[in-house]
């Protein structure tokens, strides 16, 4: 099982950015995938869920209206759409499936909200 996540970057408050969860070894389909984030000095938090299946999607308080999960089973990635983001969304981005009892996670991938 790999997950490989990309697209993070600095952008301007407001911006907008897309990442990316390119996973091998499972489908994604079968599996509930989720973006976490950590910030420095915090806890990593849960930031948007994705249900195998039908594709309900979940969302932390902070983010709701603002991110979108989204999921492309031909191409086995999970996306994140980031709009209106605020210089409190910044921190390292981590894809995590939860699979067979283990928990999986990326690399993370660094977002950067700063003018």
């Known amino acids: 099982v790999q997950l490989v996540e990309s697209g993070g970057g600095l952008v301007q408050p407001g911006g907008s950015l897309r990442l990316s969860c390119t996973a091998s070894?499972?489908?994604?389909?079968?599996?509930?995938m989720n973006w976490y984030r950590q910030a420095p000095g915090k806890e990593r938090e849960l930031v948007a869920r994705?249900?195998?299946?039908?594709?309900?999607?979940n969302y932390a308080d902070s983010v709701k209206g603002r991110f979108t999960i989204s999921r492309d089973n031909a191409k086995n990635t999970v996306y994140l759409q980031m709009n209106s983001l605020k210089s409190e969304d910044t921190a390292v981005y981590f894809c995590?499936?939860?699979?067979?009892?283990?928990?999986?996670w990326g690399q993370g991938t660094q977002v950067t909200v700063s003018s």
């Open positions: 070894g499972f489908a994604v389909s079968g599996y509930a």
């Open positions: 994705i249900i195998s299946g039908g594709g309900s999607t």
């Open positions: 995590n499936v939860r699979r067979l009892r283990v928990d999986y």
